[in-house]
C-alpha cells in the first residue's frame, strides 16, 4: 500500500515510515520542515511542504492516485510553547488539519489515521485509562489534539471520511538502526534528560514532583518504545477498514501504550540498571501544570488491531542511551 505520512520528517513520522517500508508498503512523506530535520526523510518519497496547501495535497494525490491511507502526524507539540502561543497551535493542529481533512476527502482518500494524545485523560485513582476514561486536557497542545479527535468524529459522521485516532502515551527510545531518535537540541521529556545527565551534559536529573499519591510519589507513564508504537500505525492501516467494521461506526479511538505504569523513580532504576552506573539525582517540586500521570489499557489495541507492545522499557533505554552515542553523526550536533 501506498501511504501519506504527514510530519514524516519527526520523530515518530520518521520511524513510522520505516516499519511501513518493512511491512511491504510505500510511505509518502508531507512536511514543511518546520522542526523535523531533512536527514530523517533519508531517500523517502517527499514534498516539503505544509498540510493545509490544498494545491500541493491534490498534486500529491495526482502523483500518487494509488495512495490508500493518510497518517496525519504533522503538528506543533511542545506543551509550555503551547502555553505561551495558543494561536499557532490552534492554527496549526486545528485549523490546518482541518484543511487536509477536507481536501483529502474531496480527493477522494478517506481514510485517516490521527495522531493524539494521552495528555487527554483525568487522573484515576489507579492511574489506569481505558478508551471511555474521564478526560482533562489540561494544556493549548492537549486541547488542540481533543478538538481534532471531537472533529473527525464530526466529520466521519456526516461525510465520506473515515477516521481511526491512536491515543499515543509516552514514546521513548530510537528507530533500530540509530537512523533517527529524539533531535531536540535540549531534550525536555524525562528519558533525554537522564540521558543528559548520564552523559556529563547536565549536573544531574532532577525530579520535578515527589509527593504525588503514586506508590513512590512520583509521576506514573506509560512508556511505550517508538518501534512499538510504529508497528501499531503498520497495524492499523492494514486493518483500516475491519478495526471500523468491528467498531460498527465510521470512527474509532485506540489507546497506544504498553499497559504498564512506571514511576519516575522507577524508570531512574532501570535507566542505571542499563547505563551501569548511578545518576546523579535532584528532587523539586512539581511544575506547574505537571500532570500526576496515567497508563493505557491496551485492552482494545489487543482485540482490534491484533497488536501489543512486544519491546521492554529497558530495550528502550538502551535504545536512547545508543542514539544519544550517535545523533551527533546525523544531526551535526550533540
Ligand atoms: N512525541 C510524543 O511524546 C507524542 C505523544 C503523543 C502524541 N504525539 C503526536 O505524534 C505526532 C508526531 O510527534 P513527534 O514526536 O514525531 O513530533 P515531531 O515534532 O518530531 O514531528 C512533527 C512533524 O510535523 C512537521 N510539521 C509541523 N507542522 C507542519 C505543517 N503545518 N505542515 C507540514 N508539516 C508540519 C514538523 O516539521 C515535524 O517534522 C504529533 O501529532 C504529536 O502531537 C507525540
Given amino acids: 500500500m501506498k501511504i501519506l505520512v504527514t510530519g514524516g520528517a519527526g520523530y515518530i513520522g520518521s520511524t513510522t515510515a520505516k516499519a511501513l517500508e518493512q511491512a511491504g508498503h510505500t510511505p509518502v512523506i508531507l512536511d514543511s520542515l518546520l522542526i523535523g530535520p531533512r536527514v530523517f526523510v533519508k531517500d523517502r518519497i517527499f514534498y516539503e511542504g505544509d498540510i493545509a496547501d490544498r494545491d500541493l495535497v491534490e498534486r500529491i494525490v495526482t502523483e500518487h492516485p494509488d495512495i490508500e491511507c493518510t497518517i496525519h502526524m504533522a503538528a ?34 478517506p481514510r485517516v489515521l490521527f495522531s493524539s494524545s494521552a495528555s487527554l485523560y483525568a487522573t484515576v485513582d489507579d492511574f489506569e485509562v481505558d478508551e471511555h476514561a474521564p478526560l482533562d486536557p489540561g494544556s493549548p497542545y492537549a486541547r488542540t489534539k481533543r478538538v481534532m479527535e471531537m472533529a473527525l468524529t464530526d466529520m466521519a459522521s456526516a461525510t465520506s471520511l473515515r477516521a481511526i485516532i491512536l491515543r499515543y502515551f509516552n514514546p521513548i527510545g530510537s528507530d533500530p538502526d540509530l537512523e533517527s531518535g529524539i533531535y531536540a537540541r535540549e531534550p525536555s ?3 533525554g534528560q537522564l540521558v543528559m545527565a548520564a552523559q556529563g551534559q547536565k549536573d544531574a536529573f532532577t525530579i520535578t514532583g515527589v509527593e504525588h499519591p503514586t506508590r513512590d510519589g512520583t509521576g506514573i507513564r506509560d512508556y511505550i518504545h517508538v518501534w512499538d508504537l510504529a508497528q501499531a500505525h503498520v497495524a492499523a492501516v492494514q486493518r483500516f477498514d475491519e478495526v471500523l467494521n468491528m467498531e460498527d461506526a465510521p470512527s474509532a479511538i485506540i489507546n497506544v501504550g504498553t499497559g504498564s505504569g512506571v514511576t519516575v523513580r522507577e524508570l531512574v532504576q532501570s535507566f542505571e540498571k542499563v547505563f551501569g552506573k548511578p545518576v546523579p539525582i535532584k528532587e523539586a517540586p512539581p511544575r506547574p501544570g505537571d500532570a500526576i500521570g496515567a497508563f493505557a489499557n491496551v485492552d482494545k489495541a489487543r482485540d482490534v488491531l491484533g497488536w501489543t507492545s512486544s519491546l521492554t522499557i529497558d530495550d528502550a533505554i538502551a535504545s536512547a542511551l545508543a542514539w544519544g552515542k550517535k545523533r551527533k553523526d546525523v544531526l551535526g550536533y550533540p
Avoid at 505561551?84 to 474531496?106: G, H, I, M, T
Wanted: aromatic fraction near 10%; avoid cysteine.
Fill in 189 to 191: 521529556h524525562v528519558l
Fill in 76 to 109: 506543533r507539540i511542545v506543551v509550555p510553547e503551547s502555553v505561551e502561543q495558543p494561536y499557532e497551535y490552534y492554527r496549526d493542529n486545528v485549523a490546518k488539519s482541518l484543511e487536509l481533512f477536507d481536501q483529502l476527502v474531496r480527493l477522494g482518500k
